[in-house]
């Protein structure tokens, strides 16, 4: 392995043991402590069905993704990157995937009745405990990874602390690696693929809709990608002049779809925000050739209120790194005021080709109204989006 190869921590372990807990927890020290840092939860780069025959559970194609955000965090100045999520368990990390990083897999364990507690505790369904711990006993009985942490009876610090303690100090001494780095890479271009991208003010919904809107398709027998932009720009400190690591977004963006159009994608939905125009085109110039359609969604002041206060306790999309989760009433009702200023806004600038309005409906219907609008504009086969194309539903 080169001198300059990339740190990577890759968290493994079954569902329920902490993977994501204390990877967001290591994330969180590095960036107390003035390291740049990347951070992903691997389980969202893998949402492309149906998967491929040669790559059950899709590791390998987790893998490669894994190696575009190394490129696109490395690029943006990141020191170290980890990686939460599930391994191959007869084989560990596909590190042969990832050949411009040093790759360090440290798998979290935890004794049978706690990981049934923890994983019941967080909504999954108890009929699948039976599963979680087969997987957790085969991992126990193989040998794929670097090292292990038990977890049982610790606090999410104290096995944050032992991770450290047996990666031998991961990542050490760090600093931004300075080999040259592949220049990003567009997805397929002149391909026409579909892509449909929700955005919206916070608490609108975007994912809990988008990831509705998105097994439908699948329904149908297309093979196609889900995406969260959010998951793609964990990345601190944010670059100057790119608060919200939309430029960061962009690249991983560009590299992960190249990733699914190789496994057969031909459809790809994505959320997260559009805060104007040059946050638009940026997306945009990474998806070349796609056929884009930006659908905002809307939601009154009321609305968007009762949704983001039930995130204090993860809402209906627990997701990593969550800034609502947890948090006083106060501060929620301060984030719903600056999203409702954000929707009253992008109904004043009118930004995005498609608009529904959510209140009043559930996921389905709000599902059915994306369907249909989205079906009529390709149908229509507009040229360039332009926001006076706009379409009520």
């Known amino acids: 392995m080169a001198a300059t190869a990339f740190p990577v921590l890759w968290l493994c372990g079954p569902p329920g043991v902490g993977k994501t807990t204390v990877a967001w927890e290591l994330y969180s020290q590095l960036g107390r402590e003035g390291v740049a840092s990347g951070f992903v939860d691997v389980d969202q780069l893998g949402i ?5 025959v040669t790559d059950p559970g899709r590791h390998r194609l987790k893998a490669r993704n894994v190696a575009a955000m190394v490129d696109g965090f490395r690029a943006a100045g990141a020191a170290c990157l980890i990686v939460a999520g599930v391994v191959d368990p007869g084989f560990g990390v596909h590190t042969e995937e990832i050949p411009r990083a040093a ?3 440290c798998r979290l364990r935890a004794d049978a009745d706690v990981l049934r507690r923890r994983f019941t505790g967080r909504g999954g369904p108890a009929g699948s405990v039976d599963d979680v711990l087969r997987e957790a006993a085969a991992l126990d009985a193989a040998d794929v990874t670097d090292t292990c942490v038990d977890t049982t009876g610790l606090p999410v610090t104290e096995v944050a602390r032992l991770v450290g303690e047996r990666t031998g100090g991961w990542p050490g001494t760090v600093r931004p690696a300075n080999a040259p780095v592949p220049s990003a890479v567009p997805g397929q271009p ?3 693929a579909p892509v449909l991208w ?3 003010a916070t608490g609108v919904g975007k994912s809990t809709v988008g990831f509705e809107v998105y097994r439908r398709i699948l329904s149908t027998g297309t093979t196609a990608a889900y995406l969260d932009l959010d998951q793609l720009g ?3 400190p944010a670059p100057a002049g790119d608060p919200g690591n939309h430029r960061v977004k962009a690249r991983n963006l560009a590299a992960v779809w190249r990733t699914y159009r190789a496994a057969g994608a031909t459809c790809l939905v994505m959320t997260g925000p559009a805060e ?4 638009v085109e940026a997306y945009a110039d990474a998806l070349p050739g796609a056929d884009l359609t930006l659908c905002r969604l809307h939601a009154g002041p009321e ?3 009762e949704r983001i206060m039930s995130r204090r306790h993860g809402g209906s999309w627990p997701q990593p790194g969550d800034p609502l989760r947890g948090q006083p009433a106060a501060r929620l009702h301060r984030v719903a005021d600056r999203a409702a200023a954000a929707a009253a806004a992008m109904e004043g600038t009118g930004i995005g080709d498609l608009r529904i309005d959510t209140d009043g409906r559930s996921v389905e219907g709000v599902a059915d109204a994306i369907n249909t609008a989205w079906a009529e504009r390709r149908y229509a086969r507009p040229g360039p989006a332009h926001a006076d194309r706009r379409r009520e539903r």
């Not at 492309?48 to 491929?52: A, L, N, Q, T, V």
Request: include cysteine; proline fraction near 4%; glycine fraction near 12%.
């Open 48 to 52: 492309c069905y149906p998967e491929m």
């Open 103 to 105: 790759v360090t897999v």
């Open 190 to 192: 002149g391909a026409g």
């Open 198 to 200: 929700l955005c919206g």
């Open 234 to 236: 964990f990345y601190r």
């Open 276 to 279: 104007d125009t040059s946050t």
């Open 303 to 305: 609305h968007l209120t």
